[in-house]
């Protein structure tokens, strides 16, 4: 599974692609407001510290609005992403980007039905929010498992890329039901190293090799 990251924090995102855990990155509107950047040269920075697919998210609500701001986004680098909401609007820019060779990440994707029109318009990527479902009490985790199953029935190349990760335990489930990618804040990716055991067996270690009055160095 690849991982995403669901930033616009520089910093953060050039961190944890020198330890090999970045593929790509995820922004949108909000991140890029929490970043105080422009959106044009925060974008280029992303793009030139990670070889991988960058989203970067339109704003616009009609179509040929999306096409333009799309065709815009992509000219600052081969690796940009279009990222485009999935409204009818959007799924037509979606058809129209993705002809003209364009990568899209079709997203607020919320039902399964909504990703098989994504996949049916050229979608590279389709992001189901997991975190959203469950706040309202619904299972994120069982609409990616929908959409793994439907994307196989036909074998749909657009690969489902788990969007709205709060948890290490949506990590988890995502990565069993077989996510082809998982985008997730910086601070989720790496609590995925943390364990309570993993602390606890490294102090007895600690205490113990001190007892030795021994030195590696």
């Not at 974008?43 to 701001?69: F, N, R």
Request: proline share 4%; net charge negative; charged share 20%.
């Amino acid at each position: 599974m690849k991982f995403f990251v669901d930033t616009a924090d520089v910093a953060a995102i050039q961190e944890l692609y020198d330890l090999g855990m970045v593929d790509g990155v995820t922004t949108n509107p909000s991140l890029i407001l929490k970043s105080g950047r422009n959106i044009l040269e925060v974008t280029k920075e992303i793009c030139d510290i990670v070889p991988g697919p960058i989203s970067a998210e339109v704003v616009a609500l009609q179509s040929d609005d999306m096409i333009a701001e799309g065709r815009k986004l992509a000219q600052i680098a081969p690796n940009i992403t279009v990222k485009l909401p999935l409204t009818w609007d959007g799924l037509r820019a979606c058809k129209v980007l993705s002809d003209e060779g364009h990568m899209v990440n079709v997203t607020l994707c919320f039902s399964a039905n909504q990703a098989l029109l994504a996949a049916k318009a050229g979608a590279t990527f389709i992001s189901p929010f997991i975190g959203r479902l469950d706040d309202i009490n619904l299972d994120g985790t069982e609409l990616i498992a929908d959409i793994r199953t439907i994307y196989d029935n036909y074998g749909f190349e657009t690969q489902i890329l788990a969007a709205s990760i709060r948890t290490i335990a949506h990590v988890t489930e995502v990565a069993r039901i077989g996510a082809d990618v998982m985008t997730a804040p910086p601070e989720v990716i790496r609590k995925l190293a943390y364990h309570p055991l993993t602390d606890a067996g490294l102090e007895t270690f600690m205490k113990d090799w001190a007892k030795t009055g021994q030195k590696i160095l």
